[in-house]
C-alpha cells in the first residue's frame, strides 16, 4: 500500500512565498518521476513541474522561473518552493509520483489528496 500526503498549503498574498511537500511512504521498491499538478475550479487539472530520479525537471510555461520543484529521494520526498505568486497561482494542488511498489513488476501512478493553494489580498 503506498500513500501520498501533501503538506504546506494555506493563504498567502500576492508576490509571496509558500513550499509544499509531498512524502511517499508504504511498500515503494522504486520511485520514478514525481511531480506537482494544479486544479483551479471550474477548470481542468494541469500540469505545474516533474522531476525525475535524476533531477531531470520540467516545468508548465506559467510557473518558470517563479517555481522550483526538488526532491530528496532517501526520504521519498518532493518540495514544490513558489516564489512571485500571483492570484492565478490559487488552486487546489496534487503531488504525483510513478513508482514500483515492492512485489510488483510494473509502474502506477499515485495521487495525493491535494492541498489548497490560496493567493490573495
Known amino acids: 500500500q503506498v500513500q501520498l500526503v501533501e503538506s504546506g498549503g494555506g493563504l498567502v498574498q500576492p508576490g509571496g512565498s509558500l513550499r509544499l511537500s509531498c512524502a511517499a511512504s508504504?511498500?515503494?521498491?522504486?520511485?520514478?518521476?514525481m511531480g506537482w499538478y494544479r486544479q483551479a475550479p471550474g477548470k481542468q487539472r494541469e500540469l505545474v513541474t516533474t522531476?525525475?530520479?535524476?533531477?531531470?525537471?520540467n516545468y508548465a510555461d506559467s510557473v518558470k522561473g517563479r517555481f522550483t520543484i526538488s526532491r530528496d529521494n532517501a526520504k521519498n520526498t518532493v518540495h514544490l518552493h513558489m516564489n512571485s505568486l500571483l492570484p492565478e497561482d490559487t488552486a487546489v494542488y496534487y503531488c504525483n509520483a510513478n513508482l514500483r511498489p515492492i512485489g510488483i513488476i510494473y509502474n502506477y501512478n499515485y495521487w495525493g489528496q491535494g492541498i489548497q493553494v490560496t493567493v490573495s489580498s
Open positions: 522531476i525525475t530520479s535524476t533531477n531531470n525537471t
Open positions: 508504504g511498500s515503494i521498491f522504486r520511485i520514478n518521476a
